[in-house]
């Protein structure tokens, strides 16, 4: 007999809620000891932030199974956490992408530059740097300091009690729990799957003559997150997420690579500074539009259908 819908969420959500708990101990732990590594946010920190965007993204995917207002309500706050955690390891992350970048640009010979170029961008690199890691930096401890305003607040207390109560007792809707998964479950997940698709459908498609044209990256944001929602609803039906997964690490290198460009560009616009800096902060921004592309190409390499083989 096929299990009812409300039991398939129901082990899912608690599994996760489970998940959430156990790195909110660690990272409890891991603050207490010091242990908490500030540069990446720390495995306790991911873990919470995973956590959270799966239970949120579930309720908003098989709202219906359960009591939407409490649903609702919980899922809003953990949208809100998972943002507020990001924060500081976005930062982090996105300098040691773009130090790391102006180290390859400013040391590999293979960098199309004049040679007249070469040494502004040697010479522009290491202020380059420290101008990125200024900004950046103070950045990550101003969302070090809302990451831990938000830990203590009240309001996070809210939603550590109420994933508490979630990993013992989901709330569910009595009619459409009592449901059979392929009438309740697959069909409001296709619905996040045919979402998706028609996101992917009217992307623009590759532009080779204007390769650092930002316009377009909102477009491929929200395929990103429509594509984390479409893997989660996979996941509470049993399904294989092993090619989501991968292409959801395409649009996860496309994000890093667009906001790290952004932030070379907005270290260009910094008032006053030396020629030499700026022309290193465009050879990076030029850098990371590359890699902006070249994510692109990943995904649709791994989401299209590979053209079949006609034997010989």
């Known amino acids: 007999m096929q299990p009812r819908a409300g039991d398939v969420l129901s082990t899912y959500l608690r599994g996760q809620a489970t998940a959430f708990l156990r790195a909110l101990r660690l990272h409890g732990e891991g603050a207490a000891g010091s242990a908490t590594d500030p540069a990446d946010g720390g495995e306790a920190a991911r873990g919470l932030r995973g956590a959270a965007r799966r239970i949120s993204g579930s309720l908003a995917t098989f709202r219906v199974v359960t009591e939407s207002a409490w649903a609702d309500g919980l899922r809003t706050e953990l949208v809100w956490l998972s943002s ?25 010979p293979e960098v199309p530059t004049p040679r007249s170029s070469a040494g502004a961008l040697t010479v522009g690199s290491a202020r380059a740097g420290a101008l990125l890691e200024r900004q950046l930096t103070l950045a990550r401890t101003r969302a070090h300091s809302a990451t831990l305003q938000a830990l203590g607040s009240s309001r996070f207390h809210a939603v550590a009690d109420a994933v508490a109560v979630l990993a013992s007792e989901v709330p569910l809707d009595p009619v459409a729990a009592r449901g059979r998964v392929s009438e309740v479950l697959v069909p409001l997940a296709e619905v996040a799957g ?7 459908e009217v992307l623009p498609a590759p532009d080779g003559a204007h390769p650092y044209n930002s316009d377009h990256d909102g477009s491929w944001h929200e395929v990103r997150r429509l594509l984390r929602i479409h893997r989660y609803a996979q996941e509470v039906l049993g399904e294989d997420v092993t090619r989501l997964a991968a292409a959801g690490e395409a649009l996860d290198l496309h994000r890093d690579a667009a906001e790290a460009a952004t932030a070379s560009a907005t270290a260009a616009r910094t008032p006053r500074i030396a020629p030499a800096t700026a022309y290193a902060l465009g050879v990076l921004h030029a850098d990371q539009r590359h890699e902006v592309e070249a994510a692109r190409s990943a995904f649709q390499e791994l989401w299209l259908p590979q053209p079949a083989v006609t034997p010989r």
Not at 194 to 200: D, E, G, I, K, M
């Open 194 to 200: 045919t979402r998706l698709s028609a996101a992917v």
């Open 84 to 108: 507020t955690l990001a924060d500081e390891h976005a930062h982090a992350a996105r300098l040691a992408r773009l130090m790391e970048a102006l180290h390859r640009l400013a040391g590999a």
